[in-house]
């Protein structure tokens, strides 16, 4: 992997350090190739953190082909890791279901291995998921994952991503809530499944009781249909921001209602602020472009002119010195101003 004309793609983030837009598709798709590739990351091994090519993979080849400048806490460089282990994971999930038959012999199935990945490693693979601790372990897996219904209709994009354009389109900072609805729904409206149609009526019954629960909160409309928050990643905000950097160490909400309204509003009213100030922005740099193309256009006709008037004098000369004569004294005074004139 080499970027194009030694050319770097320059990553864009949001404030919690999640990369956004349309570069953060591709960061995703190349996240996708590299940690499937097993000549990069072995196979063999049984923790992605324990993968000791990791950092090498990232300096050699992540921060070659991206520019971004990286945070203080690592965390931009954790959310890359948690991307190349996710696709190393599912990868490996997905050749042992596909390449493994149980009625073959070990024998055989090490033949059919797949390419790029030595006999060794795929042994020593195979032996590790054939253990009885680990089918039971990846079975709770799977039915924890069932559970946390991490199944959307999002496509290819991320949650960030999707919530992003959706709070753009809107013109204001769509709610976790909000979000579950929109990726949990066909085109026709209908939810992908029962339970989906379940948690997504009582976020709309809460969202309609109490305008407040569409705020980021512990208490928010997802957090009441879906239960507290388990440590490490938060439901509806993709990979990277953990409970502790969204709601902080000791986060609660308030002890009574008057204080928990009056945070509430404080929110509100920033919240709209916001939406005003990107509204401002953008009319600022319509502004800003209107001249430049104004500008521009003038720039255009004083050379067009320039043109122009370069024309007539030749056209001119040609004329007169045809007929032999020399130029009257007032028209070789107008030359010679034109002249200066076409010099600077």
Known sequence: MKPPNRKKVVLRFNSALQPVVDEAGLLSGVMGLLG?????????????????????????????????????????????????????????????????????????????????????HWRKFLDYRNSEETQEKCKKNAENRSKQLYTHTGGSKS???????????????????????????????SYIHDAARAIGERIEAIEQGDKSSRLL????????????????RVRGMGLGPTSSQVFGMNSHQPSNGFEREETQRVLLELQVELAAEKLKRKAVEDEVAAEK??????????????????????????????QGTKLPSDVATWMSALDGQNRK
Request: proline letters at 2%; one cysteine or more.
């Open 217 to 232: 909160s512990q208490n928010d409309s997802l957090a009441q249909a879906l239960g507290k928050e388990r440590p490490g």
């Open 36 to 120: 499937s590739d097993y000549t990069k990351f072995p196979i063999c091994e049984r923790d992605w953190r324990k993968v000791r090519t990791r950092d090498k993979v990232y300096n050699e080849i992540v921060k070659e082909m991206f520019h971004f400048e990286e945070d203080s806490r690592g965390i931009i460089k954790s959310i890359i890791f948690k991307m190349l282990g996710r696709a190393w994971k599912e990868t490996r999930n997905r050749l042992y279901h596909h390449l493994y038959d149980p009625e073959l012999s070990l024998a055989a199935n090490i033949e059919n291995r797949p390419d790029g990945i030595t006999a060794d």
């Open 293 to 322: 193309t104004k500008r521009q256009a003038v720039e255009d006709e004083v050379a067009a002119g320039k043109v122009r008037m370069q024309a007539m004098e030749s056209a001119l000369l040609c004329l007169l010195q045809g």
């Open 159 to 189: 949650l960030v991503r999707l919530g992003e354009e959706e709070s753009e389109r809107q013109g204001r900072i769509v709610s976790r809530g909000e979000l579950y609805l929109l990726t949990h729904k066909r085109t026709n409206g």
